[in-house]
C-alpha cells in the first residue's frame, strides 16, 4: 500500500494515464449500473481524444499520483443547466464536479476525498459557492458523497445506449467545506 499520493493540476503528458484510469474505472465499476455495451466500447485511444479536448478547453483538471503513477483524477467547471430534472436544485449550483475517477485497489485510501476536496478549494477561489456531482443511482459511491457533506438534491435518467440510467445530484456548500 503506498504511503504518499499527490493532487496536483493535469498535465497534457497524463493523457494516456487519465485515459487508462477512466477505462479501467468503468470496467471496476458500471457493470450492471451502465449498458455493458458502452462499457465494452471504451478503449483508452478514444477515451485520450476527450479528455485531451477537455484540458485544452481549460476545464479545471486535477491527477492523483502515488509512486508516479496517475491512479485517479478528478475535473469540471461551470455547472450546466440539464433538462428533465426532477427538482432543478442541481442547476442553481455555480459549478459542476463532472469526473471523479479512482482505480478501485487505491480506493478508501483519502484520495477520492483530497481530489474533491482540492477541486472544491479551486472553485472556491474561482468565487464558487455551490457544487454539483451526478453519479449514477446504483453507484456503490453514492455513499462515498454522502459522507464528505454531499447533500442529494436532484435526480434524473440519462440514455446511455438506448438504455434508461437514473443518476442522483449531489450538492455541496462551498462556504466552510471542505474542512
Known amino acids: 500500500m503506498p504511503a504518499t499520493y499527490t493532487v496536483r493540476k493535469a498535465e497534457a503528458s497524463d493523457i494516456e494515464a487519465i485515459s487508462a484510469v477512466h477505462v479501467q474505472s468503468w470496467r471496476e465499476t458500471y457493470p450492471g449500473i451502465m449498458p455493458q455495451q458502452r462499457i465494452d466500447g471504451m478503449s483508452v485511444e478514444s477515451s485520450s481524444r476527450h479528455w485531451q479536448a477537455v484540458i485544452s478547453e481549460g476545464f479545471t483538471f486535477l491527477?492523483?499520483?502515488?509512486?508516479?503513477?496517475?491512479?485517479?483524477?478528478?475535473?469540471?467547471g461551470n455547472n450546466y443547466e440539464y433538462k428533465n430534472c426532477e427538482t432543478g436544485l442541481g442547476n442553481a449550483c455555480d459549478c459542476e464536479l463532472e469526473a471523479l475517477y479512482l482505480l478501485k485497489e487505491?480506493?478508501?485510501?483519502?484520495?477520492?476525498?483530497?481530489l474533491v476536496h482540492?477541486?472544491?478549494?479551486?472553485?472556491?477561489?474561482?468565487?464558487?459557492h455551490t457544487m454539483m456531482i451526478w453519479v449514477?443511482?446504483?453507484?456503490?459511491?453514492?455513499?462515498?458523497?454522502?459522507?464528505?457533506g454531499g447533500e442529494l438534491v436532484d435526480r434524473k435518467t440519462l440514455v446511455v445506449c438506448k438504455v434508461p440510467v437514473p443518476v442522483l445530484a449531489y450538492r455541496f456548500r462551498l462556504?466552510?467545506?471542505?474542512v
Open 63 to 76: 491527477v492523483a499520483e502515488t509512486e508516479g503513477r496517475v491512479v485517479g483524477f478528478a475535473s469540471g
Open 106 to 114: 487505491f480506493q478508501g485510501r483519502g484520495i477520492g476525498k483530497a
Open 118 to 128: 482540492r477541486f472544491a478549494e479551486i472553485m472556491k477561489q474561482e468565487k464558487k
Open 136 to 148: 449514477a443511482e446504483k453507484n456503490p459511491s453514492t455513499g462515498f458523497y454522502e459522507a464528505i
Open 175 to 178: 462556504g466552510n467545506w471542505p
